[in-house]
Structures are given as structure tokens and as C-alpha cells.
């Protein structure tokens, strides 16, 4: 398995240009989610699914968009960058999409370093 | 807002010491997870701890949970090298999806 991947590992982007992150995950995995990581602020929720064809907003999901019609694959769209969007973004996927579970544990991807100048 | 913060932010250590890292977080949990982020890379689950069992073992990692203090330790018995890296703890909710709740981490770095 290759588990948790994502595309690209590095892009800089002109603020007010539009990109679409890449997730996948070859697990089956029910949940799946974006995190954004900033320096001194761990990592915040951005958008969640727990199955295909749905999807929910996380702690700050404004500027972001995402879709899943697939149970492999989660994209995240940047409408219109910003500079505050700079940042690491992680994909992460776990077998339960319930947090009622008392075993499961999340599988993340290497990240992508966005910088938006 | 985040569920969790880490104690310390930041700690050095010599080779061969011991590394206690603390997390304390605000709601109840079913279980607390602590996870390592070496630099540049993604983050690694390291040991999952159940909201009814106060102490488990992996390796060199021991990791207690007090409940009541709403608080958990992460011991890293005979720190190595590889060891540098971030440490966070992460916990899910108890009801609704399984989004978990970082703290903002520890770093950790051993001078071999």
C-alpha cells in the first residue's frame, strides 16, 4: 500500500490564483481530512469527509473548498489565494469516520508546502 | 480551537537521557493519541492510549493518562539521535466524526 499521498510536495502561487491540492489514499479508509500546519499553532481542521459524497467544514474552512467523489480521493481547492494561506497542508485518513472509536488512529500524507506570494 | 497544548514547547536533551513531554486537553476522550512529525515530514502515529487504561508501553515510549487531570505524559526512555523531531498529542471526539484536536507540540532535539 502506498498509503497516504499528495500532490504537489512544494508550489508558490501569485495571490488571487486558484489550485487544486491532491489526496489519495489506497487503505479504503472511510474518513479523510486537510489540515493546515503554521508555525507555533499545531495543526488546524480545515474540511473533513466521512464517506464519499460527503464532506463537512472543519476550524477554518473559509477560502477552501473540497469535494469527494470518490472513497480514494480527496482534492482541496484554493478559489482565490491569499498570502495567509501559506502554509503546510496535511491529508490524513482513518479507517472510522466515527470519533466514538477507542482504537483509531489517523494515516497522513508527506504534506504540501504552499506559499502564496 | 485546539483541544490539547504540549508542556514544553520546546526541550534538549543529551543522548542516552530520558524525555518527558506533557499534554493537557479540555473535553472528555475515549482515547488520546500522540503522534512525531520529523522536519519537513508528515506526521507518524506513535501510541494510541485508551480512556480507560492509565499506562502502556511501546518500545522505548511509555505514555500515561490521567483522566481526572485531563492530562497525558509521553517518556522517551534512551533518547537517541532520530529521536529529534516534534511530538504531538491529538484527540478525537467522543460522538461526531473523527476529526482530532492537536496541540500546538513539543520539539525535541538530542545532541548525540
Known amino acids: 500500500n502506498a498509503g497516504v499521498t499528495q500532490t504537489p510536495k512544494f508550489q508558490v502561487l501569485k495571490t488571487g490564483q486558484s489550485m487544486t491540492l491532491q489526496c489519495a489514499q489506497d487503505m479504503n479508509h472511510e474518513y479523510m481530512s486537510w489540515y493546515r500546519q503554521d508555525p507555533g499553532m499545531g495543526l488546524r481542521l480545515i474540511h473533513y469527509s466521512v464517506g464519499a459524497g460527503i464532506t463537512d467544514q472543519g476550524e477554518v474552512p473559509n477560502g477552501y473548498n473540497v469535494s469527494r467523489s470518490t472513497t480514494e480521493d480527496f482534492p482541496l481547492r484554493l478559489l482565490s489565494a491569499a498570502p495567509s494561506q501559506t502554509s503546510v497542508y496535511f491529508c490524513?485518513?482513518?479507517?472510522?469516520?466515527?470519533?466514538?472509536?477507542?482504537?483509531?488512529?489517523?494515516?497522513f500524507g508527506p504534506g504540501t508546502r504552499l506559499t502564496v506570494l | 480551537s485546539q483541544q490539547g497544548e504540549e508542556d514544553p514547547q520546546a526541550l534538549s536533551i543529551q543522548e542516552g537521557e530520558n524525555a518527558t513531554m506533557n499534554c493537557s486537553y479540555k473535553?472528555?476522550?475515549?482515547?488520546l493519541q500522540w503522534y512525531r512529525q520529523n522536519s519537513g515530514r508528515g506526521l507518524v502515529h506513535l501510541i494510541l492510549?485508551?480512556?480507560?487504561?492509565r499506562e502502556k508501553h511501546s518500545g522505548r515510549l511509555r505514555v500515561t493518562l490521567d483522566t481526572s487531570k485531563k492530562s497525558s505524559s509521553l517518556l522517551i526512555t534512551a533518547s537517541r539521535a532520530a529521536d529529534t523531531a516534534s511530538y504531538f498529542c491529538a484527540t478525537p471526539p467522543q460522538t461526531g466524526a473523527n476529526n482530532l484536536f492537536f496541540g500546538t507540540g513539543t520539539r525535541l532535539t538530542v545532541i548525540p
Open positions: 492510549i485508551r480512556s480507560n487504561e
Open positions: 490524513a485518513s482513518s479507517h472510522t469516520a466515527s470519533g466514538g472509536s477507542r482504537t483509531d488512529t489517523q494515516y
Open positions: 473535553t472528555s476522550i475515549n482515547n
